[in-house]
C-alpha cells in the first residue's frame, strides 16, 4: 500500500470516528460519573454492557463503511446476464437507461454515485460519515448501527449528566468538569442527528422508498409515471422485504406487476 493512501477521506473519516469515539467513552470512564460509582461498588455488569455495545456500534460503523454498497458490476456475470434477459422480458414501459457514466444497464432504483464513481443498486444516498454509499446490500446494517448507536449515545449522555456538579466555583468548576461537559454537548448533539436519522430512514423503509427518490421523486422517470409509489406493499411486506429479503423479486417485477393492478383495476371499473 502507498504511504499516500492513508491520507484518503476514507481512512482518515474512520479513523477520526474510531478516535473520537474511543475518546469520549474513555473521557466517561475517567470523570466522576455513574461509571465510576458502579466501578466503586463492585457492580461490573453495567459498564461491561456498556464497552460491548460502544464496541458493538463501532464494529456496525466499519461493516457500514467498508462492505460492498450493491454496486452494479460494469463486465455482467453469467447470473447477471441472466437477470438481464429476464429484464428484458418486463414490459417495455419500465424507463430502464444505461448510465452516462459507467456505462452499465441500470436497474430500477439504482443511480450513479459521482464520489464512489460506481452505480448503486436502490440507492440511497452517499453518507459523508461513512465515506460510503447507502445502498441494497449495507442499507438494514446502516439502519441497525443507528439504533444501536443512539442506545449508546443517549447512554453516554446519560453518564455525562451523572457526573457534572454545578454546584463549585466556576474556576474550579471549569478545571474539574469542562472536558466531561463538552462531552455532554457534543453527546447531545450526536444524539439529535442519530435520532432524526433513524427516525426519517424507519419512515423511508416503512414506505419503501429511498432518501433519493423522496427527495427527487419528480426528476425519476420511474416515479413520475405514477400517482404513488410503486413499490410499496404496506408495512409488514416492506418491512419483511427490507431486513429479510422477502417477498424475492426484482424491482422491474414489482414495479410491472403494480402496473398490472393498475391496469385490471380501471378495465374493472
Known amino acids: ?5 492513508l491520507l484518503s477521506p476514507g481512512v482518515l473519516v474512520r479513523t477520526g ?10 473521557v466517561l470512564f475517567l470523570h466522576d460519573t455513574a461509571l465510576r460509582q458502579w466501578e466503586e461498588q463492585g457492580e461490573l455488569l453495567l459498564p461491561l454492557i456498556f464497552l460491548l455495545l460502544v464496541l458493538g456500534s463501532l464494529l456496525l460503523y466499519l461493516a457500514v463503511s467498508l462492505m460492498d454498497p450493491g454496486y452494479v458490476n460494469i463486465q455482467p456475470q453469467p447470473q447477471e446476464e441472466a437477470k438481464e434477459e429476464q429484464t428484458a422480458m418486463v414490459p417495455q414501459t419500465i424507463p430502464l437507461r444505461r448510465c452516462r457514466y459507467c456505462l452499465v444497464l441500470q436497474p430500477l432504483r ?18 459523508p460519515w461513512m465515506e460510503n454509499c447507502v445502498g441494497e446490500r449495507n442499507h438494514p446494517l446502516f439502519v441497525a448501527y443507528l439504533a444501536l448507536q443512539l442506545v449508546v449515545l443517549l447512554w453516554g449522555l446519560y453518564l455525562a449528566w451523572s457526573g457534572l456538579r454545578f454546584f463549585q466555583p466556576w474556576g474550579l468548576w471549569l478545571r474539574s468538569s469542562g472536558l466531561l461537559f463538552a462531552t455532554f454537548l457534543l453527546l447531545s448533539l450526536f444524539s439529535l442527528v442519530a435520532g432524526l436519522l433513524l427516525a426519517s430512514h424507519l419512515y423511508l423503509v416503512a414506505s419503501n422508498t429511498t432518501t433519493w427518490e423522496f427527495i427527487s421523486s419528480h426528476r425519476i422517470a420511474y416515479l413520475r409515471q405514477r400517482p404513488g409509489n410503486p413499490f410499496d406493499r404496506g408495512l409488514i411486506r416492506n418491512l419483511a422485504h427490507f431486513f429479510c429479503g422477502w417477498p424475492s423479486g426484482s424491482w422491474e417485477t414489482l414495479w410491472a406487476e403494480e402496473e398490472e393492478e393498475e391496469e385490471g383495476s380501471s378495465q374493472a371499473v
Open 110 to 127: 439504482a443511480r450513479h454515485c459521482r464520489e464512489c464513481r460506481r452505480c448503486v443498486r436502490r440507492y440511497d444516498h452517499h453518507c
Open 17 to 26: 470516528h474510531t478516535v473520537l469515539t474511543w475518546g469520549i467513552t474513555l
Open 1 to 5: 500500500m502507498a504511504p499516500w493512501a
